[in-house]
């Protein structure tokens, strides 16, 4: 149960370790927590390409064979029977009845950042102005119609790569998600 940290962010956040700014300064200025910023530059210092790789590469360090398989570890030391079981004991600790409505939740607020609004509008813009619809823009994308809808009412934000190819397939300049809201 992760908080994604958005691409423009991890952007921007490099772009002042190359300026040589202390983590506070950079979790300020990025307008990130200070533990996402210290983490996103120890993934810098160690010259991975993203925390994912990162997390990877300490899972098989520890001798697990991928991050999940770790995950589920720690989870069965935890007296549980698997990952699910764990995230849903979180969700019930945090109020919540499930993890559906945990994460549905999470995607109401989501819903509610600039950087998602933005985006969904401009999705839902492109597809009125291109005559085409979700399932369109799922297949041409490479995603599952679920995620395209995702998406599209702004809860989630795909990764970097996947943004890049939804900007080329809607017509628009790739540009990072603050470039969007600037303009």
Same mark, same amino acid.
């Given at each position: 149960?992760?908080?994604?940290?958005? !691409?423009?962010?991890?952007?921007?956040?490099?772009?002042?370790?190359?300026? *040589?700014?202390?983590?506070?300064?950079?979790?300020?200025?990025?307008?990130?927590?200070?533990?996402?910023?210290?983490?996103?530059?120890?993934?810098? &210092?160690?010259?991975?390409?993203?925390?994912?790789?990162?997390?990877?590469?300490? !899972?098989?360090?520890?001798?697990?064979?991928?991050?999940?398989?770790?995950?589920?570890?720690? !989870?069965?030391? /935890?007296?549980?029977?698997?990952?699910?079981?764990?995230?849903?004991?979180? +969700?019930?600790?945090?109020? *919540? /009845?499930?993890? +559906?409505?945990?994460?549905?939740?999470?995607?109401?607020?989501?819903? /509610?950042?600039?950087?998602?609004?933005?985006? %969904?509008?401009?999705?839902?813009?492109?597809? /009125?102005?291109?005559?085409? %619809?979700?399932?369109?823009? %799922?297949?041409?994308?490479?995603?599952?119609?679920?995620? +395209?809808?995702?998406?599209?009412?702004?809860?989630?934000?795909?990764?970097?790569?996947?943004? &890049?190819?939804? *900007? %080329?397939?809607?017509?628009?300049?790739?540009?990072?998600?603050?470039?969007?809201?600037?303009?």
């Amino acid at each position: 149960m992760f908080k994604k940290t958005p !691409a423009g962010k991890i952007k921007l956040m490099r772009k002042l370790y190359d300026e *040589f700014l202390s983590v506070a300064e950079i979790s300020r200025r990025a307008g990130v927590s200070h533990p996402t910023a210290w983490r996103y530059t120890e993934v810098i &210092e160690r010259g991975f390409e993203s925390y994912q790789k990162y997390r990877e590469h300490l !899972a098989k360090k520890k001798g697990f064979e991928s991050y999940q398989k770790y995950r589920e570890h720690l !989870a069965k030391k /935890k007296g549980f029977e698997s990952c699910s079981e764990y995230n849903k004991h979180l +969700a019930k600790k945090k109020g *919540f /009845k499930s993890c +559906a409505e945990y994460n549905e939740h999470w995607a109401k607020k989501r819903q /509610k950042r600039p950087e998602n609004k933005a985006l %969904s509008g401009l999705i839902k813009r492109r597809l /009125k102005e291109l005559g085409k %619809s979700q399932s369109w823009l %799922s297949w041409q994308v490479d995603v599952s119609k679920q995620s +395209a809808s995702i998406y599209t009412q702004g809860k989630s934000i795909p990764n970097e790569e996947r943004l &890049e190819k939804l *900007f %080329s397939v809607l017509g628009v300049p790739y540009r990072t998600l603050e470039d969007l809201l600037e303009n």
